[in-house]
């Protein structure tokens, strides 16, 4: 049986929303997912009704709000001159933020601590790249969805191995808010440091289109036992 709660609990620092495994008894793998910027915790949740039932899901929001039920995870303006910026000191705050949920939602919900796996879309996807290059300790697989893998808020200043790490990523080649050569670009951390993982483009713009969801999932499937 499915359980799910909304709920901001004493120890994670977000706000977020949880579906509990069907486990009992044994730890569960755990999916957490980070929402991209004007969305919240519901929108990637949705998905949580085709992601098999033994893997506890948790769906952050993000703790700054840009109108009413939008959130963002760092503050991103333009000049007049249409140029892109960006708050790094928060953005890294935020991906370490993340980190301390999977700490503590290992020790809240039974989590399995080796089977740790994170999914994002568009500043949600950078961050979670940022979370698992970082700190590759924590986390074994990662979906990354319209996003792209940013150096100024990766922790790169130590040596440290890549080889348990394993992404998905996806791009539509159509996304006006985050080019696709921007992201596939970016890739290059991943070739460098030799990362497994796959990139899938798709003839959409800045979103998840059926077909890509249905890889993603066939994906997952394969990954998180």
């Not at 495994?21 to 999916?31: A, D, G, M, Q, R």
């Amino acid at each position: 049986m499915e359980i799910r709660l909304r709920l901001m609990s004493n120890k994670l620092p977000f706000y977020h929303l949880i579906r509990k495994s069907t486990l009992e008894n044994i730890p569960s793998p755990l999916l957490i997912m980070v929402h991209g910027y004007g969305s919240n915790e519901k929108d990637l949740f949705s998905f949580s009704r085709a992601i098999p039932s033994h893997i506890t899901i948790v769906s952050l929001r993000g703790d700054i709000e840009i109108q009413n039920n939008s959130y963002a995870w760092y503050n991103i303006s333009l000049d007049f001159n249409g140029n892109k910026s960006y708050d790094i000191t928060k953005a890294q705050e935020s991906r370490d933020r993340i980190v301390t949920c999977i700490d503590q939602c290992v020790e809240t919900y039974n989590i399995d601590n080796k089977n740790i796996n994170l999914m994002g879309f568009s500043q949600g996807a950078m961050l979670v790249n940022a979370v698992a290059l970082s700190y590759p300790e924590k986390v074994n697989n990662v979906i990354s969805l319209s996003g792209a893998f940013d150096p100024n808020i990766t922790d790169t200043s130590e040596i440290k191995s890549l080889k348990n790490l394993s992404f998905y990523v996806s791009h539509g080649t159509q996304d006006e808010i985050l080019p696709f050569e921007l992201s596939k670009q970016s890739l290059e951390i991943l070739d460098k440091n030799k990362v497994n993982y796959i990139f899938e483009e798709y003839p959409i713009g800045h979103g998840v289109s059926p077909d890509n969801f249905k890889s993603m999932l066939k994906w997952m499937n394969e990954k998180i036992i």
